[in-house]
């Protein structure tokens, strides 16, 4: 905490850190399922198949997220955000259990504001990852299928990265960074 408090404090945060969340669905006695996003500045910053999204109306939640919650003020914009996160957040590597859009807003609030993603958010999928893939598709109906572009992910590699930048401004991405247009699929 006082890591987090430190951060926010040092310099001039001014740009201000929302979490938006949707209750996707319950598994009684389990977990809950929640799609979030992450907002600086009310613009949303959110991943799904096609990569790092980012627009002012809250697209990946059909617009009314069922939560949106003021956490308070980083130093780093959502250019900084998208520049520092994009090369852990590819097209194409987006897997419903182990890299989701869950996923990348622990790592977006840890680079934004030193703290992670409340363990509620993500409860269903640390259940998918400990279980077998046949339960898996049994639970899903044969629906999931993991990616294996993202078998080597972790949320604790991509945070040991994005320490490692510091204070550093990470170096802008090639092309487009930022896709102003909906998601394919919801995360």
Do not use: K, N, W
């Given at each position: 905490e006082d890591e987090q408090d430190a951060f926010t404090e040092r310099g001039l945060a001014t740009n201000k850190?929302?979490?938006?969340?949707?209750?996707?669905?319950?598994?009684?006695?389990?977990?809950?399922?929640?799609?979030?996003?992450v907002l600086v500045n009310g613009e949303e910053f959110f991943f799904s198949d096609s990569g790092?999204?980012?627009d002012r109306a809250l697209t990946s939640h059909q617009g009314k997220p069922s939560e949106r919650v003021e956490l308070g003020y980083s130093?780093?914009?959502?250019?900084?955000?998208?520049r520092a996160l994009q090369p852990h957040f590819r097209p194409g590597t987006y897997d419903l259990v182990r890299k989701n859009c869950n996923s990348f807003s622990d790592c977006a609030l840890h680079?934004?504001?030193?703290?992670?993603?409340?363990g509620k958010?993500?409860?269903?999928e640390r259940v998918g990852q400990r279980v077998s893939l046949d339960m898996l598709n049994r639970f899903t109906k044969g629906m999931y299928q993991p990616n294996q572009a993202a078998s080597d992910f972790t949320t604790d590699d991509v945070i040991a990265a994005l320490d490692k930048l510091g204070?550093?401004?990470?170096?802008?991405?090639?092309?487009?960074m930022s896709h102003a247009?909906?998601?394919?699929?919801?995360?």
């Open positions: 850190v929302e979490l938006a969340c949707s209750e996707l669905f319950s598994v009684p006695g389990i977990a809950t399922a929640y799609h979030t996003s790092i999204f980012s130093r780093r914009t959502g250019t900084q955000l998208l680079y934004l504001m030193r703290r992670r993603l409340d958010y993500s409860a269903l204070d550093q401004e990470p170096p802008p991405a090639g092309g487009g247009r909906a998601a394919l699929t919801l995360g």
